[in-house]
T-cell receptor, first 115, second 109 residues
């Protein structure tokens, strides 16, 4: 396993369409995070999983956003009825979750453009 | 509220030394991270400080003062490839990472 992978790397969609992103974390990592990042800003926390359990979800996240990690391995982030304000880089990160410093290992990100 | 401040942009010369400062106000503290992020790429880990003092790792060093809510990242012998954004992030009492907006570092020949 060479690291965290995300798919697709780029997605262009029309307003109102649904999009789904996939993240495959480092295989032995228990924690998986989703962040959103816009130009000139730091990553903004969206949600995180400990194994298959979604432990926290940002209050900023509207109910158009949903994330799953059904078997505690890969995760998906779905955005329904996309809006232009959803255009951003969506970053996935993982960490061991036990006995670690909290260092996150990031994927390359999925860039979303909503027209 | 929780807040992390760092300069928006800095410029330095190839071969020189630059210090990027970060001040924070968070609910609890469980460590401070510095990440490097090249344009269009994901952040990559540089350093982690949980105790006061200086941590040195090659050309990069990171300093922490918990009483002052302050950290800096020191980059020596700057190279053109060091042009990137540098993100300061604090792990709060809930073990959530609070991120600064990043400092864009421009290296000139």
């Amino acid at each position: 396993d060479t690291g965290v992978s995300q798919d697709p790397r780029h997605k262009i969609t029309k307003r109102g369409q649904n999009v789904t992103f996939r993240c495959d974390p480092i295989s032995e990592h228990n924690r998986l995070y989703w962040y959103r990042q816009t130009l000139g800003q730091g990553p903004e926390f969206l949600t995180y999983f400990q194994n298959e359990a979604q432990l926290e979800k940002s209050r900023l996240l509207s109910d158009r956003f949903s994330a799953e990690r059904p078997k505690g391995s890969f995760s998906t982030l779905e955005i329904q009825r996309t809006e232009q304000g959803d255009s951003a880089m969506y970053l996935c990160a993982s960490s061991p979750g036990t006995g670690d410093t909290g260092e996150l290992f990031f994927g390359e990100g999925s860039r979303l453009t909503v027209l | 509220g929780q807040n992390i401040d760092q300069p928006t942009e800095m410029t330095a010369t190839e071969g020189a030394i630059v210090q990027i400062n970060c001040t924070y106000q968070t609910s609890g503290f469980n460590g401070l991270f510095w990440y490097q992020q090249h344009a269009g790429e994901a952040p990559t880990f540089l350093s982690y400080n949980v105790l006061d003092g200086l941590e040195e790792k090659g050309r990069f060093s990171s300093f922490l003062s918990r009483s002052k809510g302050y950290s800096y990242l020191l980059l020596k012998e700057l190279q053109m490839k060091d042009s990137a954004s540098y993100l300061c992030a604090v792990l709060d009492s809930n073990y959530q990472l609070i991120w600064g907006a990043g400092t864009k570092l421009i290296i000139k020949p």
